[in-house]
């Protein structure tokens, strides 16, 4: 009885292990079908139920890391449309994700770190005012400048002394004419000149005349100048001297003091090396030339992650058959009765075959046959700084005994032998130094060296010294970012045939074999690498390192050229409002290349076009009457046309974006101003412009609904895709646009409105961030369209971030069975605002199929 009880419980084991298995079966065939259908989320939930409860099933872990490894780099490829695209909140979930599934993905890693730092970067400059970076940024162009020159105008004049005029009289001329006082240096003498210029300002016209006459001035206060001989001297005497200190964040202060000295002929030049910063002492203008120098060159070195694949293959075949002798020699001996004992004449008659003795040789039969097969994979990832030298050992190190003889300590003529040992790197010995180029390719100076123990030789004191064979390689390689090199042909063949035998009955053809002894030992070793390098950092170069500075001339260095002016910043003393104005330009340029929900909200008053150039302050004449005349008016023939309220001059659009619209109903009076951050609408194209218009009779209708049109970052809100056709339907082929920085797509299930049960197909694609295309279609050649009402297919949105986001289709269309298009489709869309309240559930991750629910991994 108690037979039959143990196995009834066995039988029941047998069942529970079964059915484990079966279960963890079912599991693995479910995720090699997601994994088939690109659904590497969704097969990663899969194999890990598989590998949970059949723990011990290497098939299952292995499917499992080549899964999660798919699915790492399907994140990380979408992070990079994401960060492209400028949405840096999901690009980060993306990494995120990506460097869960796989840790060993360094350039996922290197990427979120980056977008990390630049995110917490951007968080500093706005919380953390005051770092260095910042304060570099903001002294940037900066330096003690002189008063600046106020002229009581600056509309262009024309200048006209044919004749020989005192150069001084024509000084007294423009300050009259522009409100400034000339001071004339004590040892200026005067001069005659001539000279004729037409449409000048008074920089202009103060610049050319004191180039004509070999003259500098120096401005003393805002309605002052002092005109001097341009001499080495008195350019010591009036030119002021600044000091400022350049902290190097990349650059070495060697090179850059050497660079410096060189260029800019820096003479009192200081250096602090624990600061890694740089002193100098000059006039404003070399130190502002400096200052452009060390910004082009303080750049952070290259970096590259260079994968190695490496694969050595030994093969080894030994073969020994045959007969073989210990010794190859009969020796014969006599034998006296003892050692030593001598053999006399007298002692021959007496010695019989008892006294001999023969050595025959063993009888040895070899049939010994080995063949060996060995392989070595290594697959390492270098970071390399540009410049620098990577090294790479896959060996081990041998120890070489090295005997030397110290004869000084000896006592009484004993030499006493001293061995060390000196270890010797034996293996593959990898070298990489690379150089990153601008156009992103890559060189690489590779030196690859294969050595390994050949043989051993006998050396003295009964020592064995190994002989290392080596094998090396020197080679420049460029290659370009991602692109693999292939390196074979490490090939080396060792064969050794011998044979031993008796002499006469070894070469008997075929007999022979059974005298001899053969022995064959063939080695070979095979070496392959490949090397794919990736940059993952650049110097940072900007349009500004692109251009040229304008240093002057041999014997004067100024920052703009060969201006007379002692001061000669960009900004000069008669640039006060043109900086403004171009400041204000750059400004409105750079919000114009804004993303539309990044612009301000604010409303702005255009400027006034500036006036026309070239007014006449005074007519040509001599100087008595050069500055009598009066200012002319402006010409209204040569005004500007007005421009078109809310485009710029070069039709661009302006910074005055429309007010939004009050929203009505429910959705209306739910929001509320200042809940977050409200991005702008998209536009929609003009080929749907029909989508929120009602068309009267239209054959079909498709709508977006939804239960709410408010949640929270973080929650799921599931629309519907309905449509109502009065003519038949077979496809929809379909194109819903929304804020990628609001929204982001986690879900879509088909619907039944063109039939069931495999009668039709939904296909959707959210690869490219903001769009999701949406394709239905009926299957079979014989089935036609269909007419009525119904679900198209549930769309599934997480919110991102506040904001708002109208849904829109960017592409409605249907189509028959002979996929002719219907016209005067309606298409109605659907308005979300995500409000900044209670935080909700962690950003999406792939979702769980065995629940309804988003889940992480």
Not at 212 to 224: C, I, L, P, R
Not at 426 to 446: A, D, F, Q, S
Not at 704 to 721: F, K, M, Q, S
Not at 790 to 814: C, N
Request: charged fraction near 25%; hydrophobic fraction near 35%; charge should be negative.
């Amino acid at each position: 009885m108690s037979f039959y009880r143990y196995g009834r419980m066995l039988a029941v084991a047998l069942l529970v292990v079964g059915l484990g298995g079966c279960s963890s079966y079912q599991s693995y065939r479910k995720a090699e079908i997601a994994a088939s259908q690109g659904n590497w989320d969704q097969a990663v939930l899969y194999y890990m139920e598989a590998v949970e409860r059949e723990p011990e099933n290497l098939a299952y872990k292995a499917a499992l890391l080549r899964t999660k490894i798919k699915a790492s780099q399907e994140h990380f490829e979408k992070g990079k449309r994401y960060r492209e695209a400028g949405i840096d909140e999901r690009a980060t979930v993306e990494f995120q994700q990506a460097v869960q599934l796989d840790p060993t993905n360094q350039y996922a890693q290197a990427e979120l770190v980056n977008l990390q730092e630049e995110i917490r970067a951007a968080e500093l400059e706005r919380e953390k005012p005051g770092t260095i970076e910042e304060l570099k940024n903001k002294t940037r162009g900066v330096r003690p400048q002189p008063p600046l020159l106020e002229p009581r105008s600056n509309e262009p004049i024309d200048l006209d002394f044919p004749e020989p005029t005192s150069v001084k009289d024509i000084y007294r001329a423009l300050g009259k004419a522009f409100g400034i006082n000339v001071l004339f240096d004590p040892n200026l003498k005067d001069q005659e000149i001539s000279i004729v210029l037409k449409n000048v300002t008074a920089q202009s016209a103060l610049e050319v005349v004191m180039r004509a006459a070999g003259h500098f001035y120096k401005v003393q206060d805002e309605s002052t100048i002092i005109v001097v001989a341009d001499t080495p001297q008195n350019r010591r005497n009036y030119e002021d001297l600044v000091i400022q200190t350049f902290f190097l964040s990349n650059a070495d202060i060697k090179q850059v003091q050497t660079m410096l000295r060189s260029l800019v002929d820096a003479k009192k030049i200081a250096t602090n090396e624990q600061l890694n910063a740089i002193i100098l002492r000059d006039t404003a203008d070399k130190v502002k030339v400096a200052e452009k120098i060390i910004e082009a060159n303080d750049k952070a070195k290259a970096e590259v992650v260079v994968d190695v694949e490496l694969l050595q293959v030994n093969s080894s075949k030994m073969r020994n058959l045959g007969l073989s002798l210990d010794s190859y020699a009969v020796t014969q001996s006599l034998d006296l009765g003892g050692e030593n004992v001598p053999l006399r004449l007298s002692d021959l008659d007496d010695l019989n075959a008892n006294n001999w003795s023969l050595t025959i040789p063993n009888f040895i039969y070899n049939f010994m046959k080995t063949d060996t097969d060995a392989q070595l994979l290594a697959r390492p990832q270098l970071r390399i700084t540009e410049g620098e030298k990577a090294r790479l050992l896959i060996g081990e190190r041998v120890p070489i005994p090295t005997t030397t003889f110290n004869t000084s300590n000896t006592v009484g003529g004993n030499i006493v032998p001293l061995t060390t040992f000196q270890y010797t790197d034996v293996g593959i010995r990898i070298e990489i130094e690379p150089r990153v180029h601008h156009n992103k390719e890559i060189t690489l100076k590779v030196t690859v060296e294969v050595s390994n123990i050949s043989s051993f030789v006998e050396a003295a004191g009964g020592q064995r010294q190994p002989v290392i064979g080596t094998r090396t390689i020197e080679s420049t390689i460029r290659l370009k970012d991602g692109e693999t090199n292939f390196l074979a042909g490490l090939i080396r063949t060792d064969d050794l045939d011998s044979q031993a035998g008796i002499p006469g009955l070894s070469d008997i053809p075929v007999l022979g074999r059974l005298f001899s002894n053969n022995n064959s030992d063939n080695n070979r070793t095979d070496v392959i690498l490949t090397m794919t390098p990736h940059i993952i950092r650049t110097p940072n170069l900007t349009e500004e390192d692109l251009l040229p500075i304008w240093v002057g001339t041999e014997a004067k260095i100024t920052f703009r050229g060969g201006s007379p002016r002692v001061e000669s910043d960009t900004e000069g003393p008669f640039d006060g409002d043109n900086d403004r104005e171009r400041v204000q330009e750059l400004l409105r340029r750079r919000l114009q290349q804004l993303p539309r929900g990044l612009r301000e909200t604010g409303t702005e008053e255009q400027e006034e076009p500036p006036p026309p150039s070239g007014i006449d302050l005074a007519p040509s004449g001599g100087p008595g009457s050069f500055f009598d005349g009066d200012q002319a008016d402006d010409d209204d023939d040569q005004q500007e046309p007005p421009v078109e309220d809310g485009l710029f001059e070069d039709g661009t659009a302006s910074l005055e974006p429309l007010a939004p619209a009050p929203l009505g109903g429910l959705f209306g009076d739910a929001y509320k101003p200042g809940a977050g951050p409200v991005a702008a609408p998209v536009a929609e194209p003009a080929t749907v412009a029909a989508s929120h218009a009602a068309v009267s009779g239209a054959p079909v209708r498709l709508a977006l609904a939804g239960d709410r049109h408010l949640v929270v970052p973080g929650e799921t809100l599931t629309l519907r895709l309905t449509a109502d056709a009065a003519a038949d339907v077979a496809h929809l082929p379909l194109e819903l646009e929304f804020d990628p920085a609001v929204l982001a797509v986690q879900q879509v299930r088909a619907g039944d409105f063109l039939g069931t049960g495999g009668a039709s197909t939904v296909l959707s694609d959210d690869t490219r961030p903001g769009l999701l295309s949406l394709g239905a279609s009926r299957l079979g050649q014989d089935r036609g369209g269909v007419r009525g009402r119904g679900l198209v297919a549930e769309i599934t949105f997480v919110a991102v971030a506040p904001g708002r986001s109208t849904i829109t289709f960017k592409k409605a269309q249907a189509l028959d069975a002979v996929l002719e298009e219907i016209s005067g489709v309606e298409a109605e869309g659907f308005d979300v605002v995500v409000e900044d309240g209670a935080v909700g559930p962690e950003a999406p991750r792939p979702r769980d199929p065995r629940t309804q629910d988003a889940g992480g991994l």
